[in-house]
């Protein structure tokens, strides 16, 4: 088998099963926006976005430089993995305590829920990262089949248990209802990483090992990066943490909170989260495929193999081929999708005058600009240029930092997500002419072009129907117009031999 097509098997497998996930997470989203409304919906979306900030700490860019290790030498992966195992589990402890302390003394964070929501979730962090580690040893092999079955698994828990907790047990206590949704997320990875281990003892054996010297090793190898990734969650995540500290907190009234300003934090992240959540569960498929890549690429950088520039040319192909259609269709079928995967409540034109679907509209061009992020910002890990990352990430921090301070109090959610867009294209800019100086390579723009026309013709079908079909039930206008704008692409992406037979050949070569 060719390697770009165990490459993109790899990658459609994992892909498939964040499909599945994701279908399962929009279960999630319907269950939660639904139960707790906008405000606490909001409140729930902080918990996690504040975690993710000392998340990042215990994962530090660890799980990259694992892979890149032991596809170097798959003799030591038993080795690698246990001393990784190790030096995670000492930084998801020391990061989650630090989370717990630091919530509990936010004085803006008095009276919520907030708190003790972090306390709770810190456990579904650790087991995330618990489960990262582990499976790196499946990445290595291309064998993410298994770990997919894990979260698959993982999230079927979740999804059981908070249909409980919203339909039978708490139906009226929103507040322990509310505590119960983040301990499904606990179980959920708990199982997901259970399972994981599970199929890795197939492949070596799963322990603790504590060689000091390597922890030192490896935590220094990782250090630039890990700057870099914590950077990358400041300037993604910062704008919710913001919007807590910048807008005022609804207040309850006769049992119910309400926004008594013209914009109010709970709220406002309410209606970002359920754009941002849809964000997440896209922008993964570049990580996915870049993961994939990467011992590939690690082998070729190595070897100063000329095959590295095809690498880059159809790894950038495909990121833009497919991130272009689920930018153009989502900016059209923004209001249908939230509705879909949220409550009516988040749709514009409701109780609010800007909704979800705004955020949807602008978020899908940061979305675009990172799956193209994700493949010049794995160049530079292979090349050892983690440095210059960190100090691309640092700056785009500091544009997300004063853009957020000076949009937010005008115009909320949607100068996050404006600030966003703009922070991404600045990383863009700067990673690719970083990995240009270093590779050489040239990008040919002839297929971007090509798919570009190929995804504006499938935007212009979509957009029709979607005006034909105006006053038809909402699932029935995804049901039809996403199937019928797939099909438009793919037959315009052959017809303009944007997939070229070069590509069919090179998947199916020997």
């Avoid at 050489?440 to 504006?456: D, E, N």
């Amino acid at each position: 088998m060719s390697i770009a097509r165990k490459i993109l098997e790899n990658t459609f497998v994992q892909v498939l099963g964040k499909l599945i996930t994701a279908a399962l997470s929009i279960v999630v989203l319907k269950i939660i926006s639904g139960y707790l409304g906008t405000s606490g919906y909001g409140d729930y979306t902080t918990v996690y976005q504040f975690l993710a900030f000392f998340g990042i700490i215990a994962d530090f860019g660890i799980y990259t430089i694992t892979v890149k290790e032991m596809s170097r030498d798959e003799s030591r992966i038993p080795v690698i993995l246990g001393n990784v195992m190790g030096l995670r589990t000492f930084l998801a402890i020391l990061a989650m305590a630090l989370a717990v302390l630091t919530v509990f003394l936010v004085p803006r964070y008095d009276n919520t829920l907030i708190p003790l929501g972090v306390l709770i979730a810190t456990l579904a962090t650790f087991f995330t990262l618990l489960n990262g580690t582990v499976s790196s040893v499946l990445q290595v092999h291309l064998k993410m089949h298994y770990a997919t079955i894990s979260l698959v698994l993982g999230k079927i828990v979740s999804v059981l248990y908070m249909g409980w907790v919203a339909y039978f047990a708490f139906t009226g206590d929103l507040i322990n209802g509310f505590y119960h949704l983040l301990w499904a997320g606990v179980l959920g990875n708990l199982a997901m990483f259970l399972v994981t281990a599970y199929y890795v003892r197939r492949f070596c054996k799963v322990t603790y090992q504590f060689d000091f010297l390597y922890w030192k090793k490896v935590f220094f190898t990782a250090l630039p990066f890990g700057v870099a990734l914590i950077l990358n969650t400041i300037y993604f995540r910062l704008d919710v943490i913001l919007m807590t500290f910048i807008l005022p907190h609804s207040q309850t009234i006769g049992g119910e909170a309400e926004c008594l300003k013209t914009l109010c934090s709970d709220t406002e992240i309410g209606l970002y989260g359920v754009a941002m959540r849809m964000l997440e569960m896209l922008v993964i498929i570049p990580v996915y495929f870049m993961n994939s890549v990467l011992p590939v690429m690690t082998r070729y950088i190595e070897e100063q193999s000329e095959k590295i520039r095809s690498l880059m040319q159809y790894s950038f192909d495909f990121l833009v081929a497919t991130g272009l259609p689920i930018l153009i269709g989502s900016f059209i079928l923004a209001r249908p999708i939230i509705h879909f995967i949220s409550d009516p409540q988040f749709l514009s034109g409701g109780m609010f005058e800007f909704g979800s679907d705004v955020a949807v509209r602008i978020l899908m061009f940061a979305m675009l600009f990172s799956f193209v992020n994700a493949l010049f910002g794995f160049t530079l890990v292979v090349l050892n240029q983690q440095v210059k990352l960190m100090f691309i990430n640092a700056g785009a921090v500091l544009f997300n930092l004063i853009g957020n301070i000076l949009v937010i109090p005008v115009w909320g959610f949607r100068g996050a997500a404006m600030t966003s867009v703009f922070s991404e294209m600045i990383i863009l800019i700067f990673t690719y002419w970083v990995a240009q100086k270093y590779l050489g390579f040239h990008l040919s723009v002839r297929t971007f072009i090509r798919t570009l026309t190929a995804a504006v013709t499938m935007g212009l079908v979509v957009w029709v129907g979607y005006g034909w079909m105006a006053d038809i039930w909402f699932v029935w206008q995804l049901a039809i117009l996403i199937p019928v704008g797939g099909f438009v692409y793919l037959l315009l992406m052959f017809k303009t031999k944007a997939i070229t037979p070069e590509m069919m050949s090179l998947l199916r070569k020997k």
